[in-house]
């Protein structure tokens, strides 16, 4: 019977989410609600709770999570001084007198956006405004076009530095810069892989991508200065604060603080920086900053309670126990987070799912940075499968109506397999060397 | 039709909204401060290593978290009246406006309130016996640590504030979207007529 309280607080809690209230106040809530229970029929000690109070101050001194509403910050000044406008137009007329040019351009400003700025939504809906309607008016494949966009846009996921990234590693006890890191290589793959792809597609058939003609182009100088102006301050910004994390000079705190003034100076270059954009950048942050920490309060009461009621052990006997060991363990967890990744945000399973999964890693004998680099993986890729991809319906959002939703899903599906075949790739390197 | 207990309550909401509000707008000013003081402590930091000396930087890096802390304890009853706090939306976005406001009082009567109250009741001791100290942090030059520990207090202090004005809109949503008879009735009435049941809510200009 005592066994059951664990399973039940997960089902019912987990049932309650779907309600659609806030989910911070629906995780504190249910989790008081199954204390008061347990402890009225002595299956719980109401003692567990005085740690909340501790638990509290621990997060508001949580030095990890400060470099969060840095990298909000720093992305939302980038984003309203036209950053990813400007790239696009710079690198499009770069490439586009290239088959396929303007997708790969699109590849490239989605990977260059991500590492400045990893924020999905954003990415995906400026190139959705700016980048589609060129590429369908050149007579461009429209689901070509359609899923390019997407999964580029949503590189920011895995890309450092990624905000993803940042909770990952303070939930799993690793450091972020390893985790920046690890990253990389699989970040650049995947934006590698996706140029071949649509080089590949453009090369075979001519008339999927075509070249931008002649007139359409700047040249020379024209497209130096261009390219110089637009290009090379936001490079910059990236390699200062990327490579101050990797050569070990600063914390990706401190790299967050740095870039954000950072970004706010680029601002003040392009005569952007002004009041609208500032306060939009606050209140950005704050928001954000407000609902990240209210929902890990929340998960924190829920982790609490559900360790009261050895749910914990529960999970962890029950994940160390499926066949195959880490092998099985990696495939079931993927899947779980895999179609959770449809319904719920990142920091909900980052806060909820993420804690409960590394205990029985640890016994299973995965990398931990490995295991982190998978599920961010995992996750871009969930975000962009259909029907319940974010990445789709930000896009669907700034598509004009006559671009049928069905369009978007078979333009993504050849961009989910290239991640796929990553996603098994990692798998196979978080396995345990024996 | 309409009680002046009504009205007090709408004033009341609309006074608790524009309470967290104000607080709202003064908050976020923090995430440039937060930002100026990261940066700060980053290049000093860097600096005084290279230069071999040794800096007490323990106030600036103390003030980052205290102005991060600030924002969230203190923004979390203006998040709630910004519908910042995150939800699953895969069902609720295609509820009515009234079901909505069902899930919404339900949600704050059973969850919001009670956990507000449980970390208040939680977290008292722990203030009160920092605050009788004076408690400071461990750091040589660090702040001080009661202040900071009391906006816990605040936080969830506000927040059911807010859980209140929640409440009050939440039912004046129900009402209004059953049929506008549903103030001095709570049977279900049969829709007479478009042109009567039409006529809106008397606002209250106040």
Wanted: hydrophobic content about 55%; proline content about 5%.
């Amino acid at each position: 019977m005592s066994d059951l309280w664990g399973p039940m607080m997960f089902c019912v809690t987990l049932g309650l989410i779907f309600t659609g209230y806030p989910v911070a106040f629906v995780l504190g809530g249910s989790a008081l609600a199954f204390a008061l229970v347990g402890h009225v029929f002595n299956q719980f000690d109401l003692f567990f709770l005085f740690a909340m109070p501790e638990r509290t101050f621990g997060t508001m001194s949580n030095y990890t999570l400060l470099a969060v509403p840095f990298f909000i910050f720093m992305g939302t000044v980038l984003e309203k001084s036209k950053l990813a406008e400007q790239l696009l137009e710079t690198i499009g007329a770069l490439f586009g007198g290239f088959r396929g040019g303007l997708a790969v351009g699109v590849v490239v400003v989605g990977a260059l956006l991500a590492a400045a700025t990893g924020v999905v939504g954003a990415s995906v809906t400026a190139m959705g405004l700016i980048s589609l309607p060129v590429m369908l008016r050149n007579s461009y494949n429209k689901e070509l076009s359609l899923g390019v966009i997407s999964a580029s846009g949503t590189l920011g996921q895995i890309i450092p530095p990624s905000i993803v990234l940042i909770v990952l590693g303070d939930q799993m006890g690793v450091s972020v810069g390893d985790l920046f890191r690890a990253a990389l290589m699989p970040g650049l793959v995947l934006t590698g892989a996706y140029v071949v792809y649509v080089f590949g597609l453009a090369f075979l058939d001519k008339n999927v991508a075509p070249a931008l003609p002649l007139e359409l182009r700047s040249t020379g100088l024209t497209l130096l200065r261009q390219v110089i102006l637009s290009l090379l301050p936001p490079l910059t910004l990236i390699v200062v604060v990327l490579g101050s994390i990797f050569a070990g000079v600063a914390t990706p705190t401190e790299a967050g603080a740095l870039g954000a003034v950072g970004a706010m100076v680029l601002a003040a270059l392009n005569r952007q920086l002004n009041m609208t954009t500032l306060k939009a950048a606050m209140e950005e942050t704050s928001r954000l900053t407000i609902m990240v920490v209210f929902l890990l309060i929340g998960s924190t009461m829920f982790a609490l309670v559900f360790r009261g009621f050895d749910g914990d052990i529960w999970i962890e006997e029950m994940l160390t126990g499926i066949p195959g060991g880490a092998l099985g363990f990696l495939i079931v967890v993927n899947l779980v987070v895999f179609i959770l990744g449809f319904f719920i945000d990142f920091f909900e399973i980052a806060f909820i799912i993420v804690p409960l999964i590394v205990p029985p890693a640890v016994v299973l004998g995965v990398d931990l940075v490995s295991l982190g680099i998978l599920l961010a993986v995992n996750l871009q890729t969930s975000f962009l499968t259909p029907p319940f991809g974010f990445s789709l319906f930000y896009l669907r959002g700034v598509t004009p109506r006559n671009i049928e939703t069905t369009a978007i899903y078979r333009g993504v599906i050849p961009f989910i397999a290239i991640q796929v075949v990553v996603l098994a790739f990692l798998g196979w390197m978080a396995l345990p060397t024996t | 039709m309409h009680h002046p207990r009504m009205l007090i309550l709408r004033r009341l909401s609309a006074g608790i909204d524009g309470l967290n509000d104000a607080i709202g707008v003064t908050i976020r000013w923090l995430t440039l401060v937060m930002v100026l003081i990261g940066a700060t402590s980053a290049i000093l930091r860097y600096f005084s290593r290279g230069l071999g000396m040794s800096m007490n930087l323990t106030p600036l890096v103390e003030g980052q978290w205290y102005a991060f802390s600030v924002i969230f304890l203190m923004g979390a009853a203006y998040g709630l009246n910004k519908d910042v706090h995150v939800r699953v939306d895969v069902m609720f976005e295609r509820l009515s406006a009234r079901t909505r406001a069902i899930i919404d009082l339900v949600g704050t009567v059973v969850c919001l309130v009670p956990f507000s109250i449980a970390m208040l009741w939680l977290s008292f001791p722990a203030v009160r016996n920092s605050w009788s100290i004076g408690e400071t942090s461990p750091d040589p030059g660090g702040l001080p640590r009661y202040p900071i520990k009391a906006l816990i207090l605040v936080s969830f202090g506000l927040l059911l504030l807010q859980a209140v004005s929640h409440i009050i809109k939440q039912v004046e949503t129900m009402r209004d979207n059953v049929d506008p008879e549903a103030g001095t009735s709570h049977l279900p009435m049969p829709a007479v007529d478009g042109a009567v049941a039409d006529v809106p809510n008397e606002r209250d200009d106040a």
